[in-house]
């Protein structure tokens, strides 16, 4: 995730439906009028269409075989999934990158995770959730493996879709506070130990979102 200025309009679309849909803007099962849309944003009906099928390959937006378009409801079985296949992906990533940091990407490391909690303590979920993906990006990036890191780019926007449900929830601590231990791992050269704290903050999420978040479900 990035601050980066979208280099096209159908980025720039992209960019808005997602922020809606991952804060809850645009509610699971909402109906998707491309007209509408681009009415609202000020743009044409081409890159809203754009923007709604590259959605739909991020699992955001659903296409129904009438072509009608919803925004993808959040079940306790695709949000489970969803962090089984996060951990997959990013714990091979921190594995693989981990031995390859430097002080300077430790620094960097130290600076999201201000951001991450500043943000946070804003109420400021989108930037919050940015700060957080880049913490693990900078060690996934690390292990020079751009093609993992497209993948879980793919899937970053749906797992902020469960924290994001409010900046308030219990769910954000198990990051910050893993996060904050990686970061004394790895300042005292424990690599190891940084690896099966990453693999814990997965492990909890999971358990937090099963017990919790769908507790009514």
């Not at 645009?26 to 998707?32: A, E, F, H, V």
């Not at 424990?190 to 017990?211: F, H, M, N, T």
Request: aromatic letters at 6%; one cysteine or more.
């Amino acid at each position: 995730m990035s601050y980066a200025v979208p280099p096209t309009r159908t980025a720039a679309v992209v960019r808005q439906l997602r922020n809606e849909i991952v804060t809850g803007e645009l509610s699971p099962g909402t109906l998707i009028k491309d007209a509408e849309l681009a009415a609202r944003l000020g743009v044409s009906i081409t890159p809203v269409r754009e923007a709604i099928a590259q959605l739909s390959v991020e699992g955001l937006i659903d296409i129904a075989p009438n072509r009608t378009r919803h925004v993808t409801k959040v079940t306790q079985k695709n949000a489970l999934e969803l962090i089984d296949v996060m951990s997959v992906l990013a714990c091979a990533g921190f594995e693989w990158g981990v031995d390859n940091l430097t002080e300077t990407h430790i620094d960097l490391l130290r600076q999201r995770q201000s951001e991450f909690v500043e943000a946070l303590a804003a109420g400021n979920v989108l930037a919050a959730g940015a700060a957080g993906a880049d913490f693990s990006s900078i060690i996934i990036l690390a292990s020079g493996n751009r093609e993992l890191q497209s993948m879980v780019d793919l899937v970053v926007a749906r797992t902020m879709r469960i924290l994001a449900m409010t900046a308030e929830s219990d769910l954000w601590k198990t990051w910050i506070e893993g996060h904050d231990a990686i970061l004394r791992l790895l300042v005292e050269g424990d690599r190891k130990g940084a690896l099966a704290r990453y693999r814990q903050i997965y492990v909890d999420y999971r358990s937090q979102v099963e017990g919790e978040l769908f507790l009514d479900k």
